[in-house]
């Protein structure tokens, strides 16, 4: 018998050494690899404390360091979620629009925070919780509400029975996480102070006829529009359906148009930005790509895209976690590489967008269906032969950043998680008549002064608008939509 006893206590020491030793292996080859760049994860820490699920308005408190301010633009692509912002700009709606009358918006969304779709150097991303955290679900009593409504329903049917939000020990590649689910949830929620309880959107006569919502086929958009629309019908006990669309949302029913475009493979091929680029940006690049083959042990013709850089990277700063190091802890990312980085993206960005004629070309012809849509739902409201008051398009940065250029006021930065884009459209009645105005918000911002077909007003007609989507194709030296995609 204490033979047997011995013989068991052996076989637990020799478990528990096992589990030791592995414990180790695992932390020396992808535990805390920013041990030694404190300084980093502390700043990210007080982020968490402060800003995530606080709302902060003061810039510095991002980093206590007035030398690291730099590292804001980053932080500004995480968008932090931040319930006190939520009726910051509703209380002086009316005055802004005094004597006009909402009659129907569209908003275009990104999704909200996500995991990697990239690793580096095959280097495992970290794991980032699917479930709620407590400081999640007592951010705002809208998350409790809504993860109570979620645990009851059932998988969307529609999107190949999905789970319609984060609910999984750990998040898959690529999904929405909670925190990218309470973005959205703020969002929706803004945009009820706004549309319904401050402009009356629904005129007290509620239908879900008069609300569409659409989503690319990806469990990130899916489950941030599901999140948007709980947020933004938050009164009313319905769940409205959500309904498959592209990455370009053209839809042939609602359009009017072909979405099939042949034509758009003349333009796949963009021109050669790097001659559009300065001889100093061009080594920049470089530079950085050497820099980052050197830390982690890589031949630098592996490094395709920065992009992939930094979503791998992003996921740590976005979540406070330590930027990744090499195995021997020797060499680190940080937070200044960090900075270089945005950098050199957005300038490759602007260089895509602004001053690459093909892709300029691209983004007008790929995303033209979507303008003739937004503009049918808009004219048919003012011929009172559609009763359509909200349209939801949640999408991508794929999806955002080409429809801003389209408009014209792209800002050559990589829209930040969850980013919004509000097209208002508002009537008033002059002289008897009643004549309809538009209003484009980016990101809370107020763009329509920015927009040139809007002639610096701004309330900008809404025949100044319907030019536009009839001539915006000649303006950029392109044929008709069904010339260019057929001919």
Known sequence: MARLKRRRLKIILVLFVIIILLYVYYENEYGSELMKQSVYRNDLEKISEKILFKGVQDKNLHFQNKSA????????YCNFPNPDSLKEDTHHVQLNIQGYTLQQV????????RTPLHTIADRPNPRISCKFSKKEKHAHWIVGKFISKMQNE????????LNPYPNQPYCRQSYLTPQGAVQE???????KYKYIDQLDLFRQSFSERKVIAKSTVYPRTF???TAFMFGFL??????????KARTDFCSERDSGLVCQCPGLSNYAKPQNNMRKMSKFTQEAIMNFKHKVARIFHMDVREINSLTHIFDALMVRACHGLPLPCNKEKKSCVNRKMLDTLWSLINTDLQHNYLYNENNLKASHLKFHPLLVEM????????????TTKFVLYSGHDITMTPFLTLLGIFDGKWAPYASTLFLELYSKKEESKIHYYLKIIYNGVDKTKDLKFCRGSEMCKFKYFEQFVNSHLEKIELNDYDSECFS
């Open 106 to 113: 569209h908003v275009m969304i990104r999704h909200g925070d």
């Open 185 to 191: 949830l703020l969002n929706g929620l803004k945009a």
């Open 223 to 225: 489950q941030s529009a």
């Open 154 to 161: 059932e998988a969307e049917e529609n999107f190949e029975f």
């Open 69 to 76: 301010t730099s590292s804001l633009g980053v932080l500004k």
């Open 234 to 243: 938050s009164d009313f006990n319905v769940r409205v359906k959500i309904h």
């Open 375 to 386: 503009y049918s739902r808009m004219k048919n409201y003012t011929k009172r032969s559609s």
